[in-house]
């Protein structure tokens, strides 16, 4: 497999740590975003939105290029099940899936590189602006996570179960690979965390795992 990726994208960072939580091997294809690689004929002919990441399957017909990362990693998780990153029921898959959502769908679309952009060019906001900007949403988006893993926590007490070690049970899931890249980011940003103890217990429990460390962006091959 090929995978197109940025080493600072927070979707091709959760994709690196499926592949490692997997054990599969990947050639890593670098795509420079702050330089407007993705914006180029020949990665636009693999990615119609021009986004990183992308999968290109080998052994499927016409190298099957996947994107999108949440589609990726659940492919990934289908065809190779072991070991999971999913729960086998379907009230556990959806509970995961849901604190996945949280950070793929509520706090990085608004707060990725082209928003940021955006809002600096287009709008003329300044850098604290934009800081406040990143710094609320950020933040709202994960005091909701935290509340899915209080919630969570006080489920498994009723059944006489200890906390989840990792977001969802005792080994990492699909909200782990989302979890850890936006903890990550929002560090490179100066965000200071405070109020979620549980979201940073996981991550500091996640980031002990090689998984997740082989696939952190100061490892990549283009990491500047």
Known sequence: MKLYNYFRSGTSFRVRIALHLKGLPYDYIPVHLARGEQHGEAYRALSPDSLVPVLDVEGQPDHALLSQSMAIIEYLDETHP?????????????????LAQTVACEIHPINNLRVLKYLAGSLGLDEAQRAAWYNHWVMEGLRSYERRLAEIERQRAQRGLPPSVYSYGDTPTLADCCLVPQIVNGQRFGLVYEGIPRTLAVYERCMQLEAFQRAHPSRCPDAE
């Open 82 to 98: 072991e070991p999971p990153l999913l729960p086998r029921d379907p009230l556990g898959r959806a509970r995961v899936r849901a």
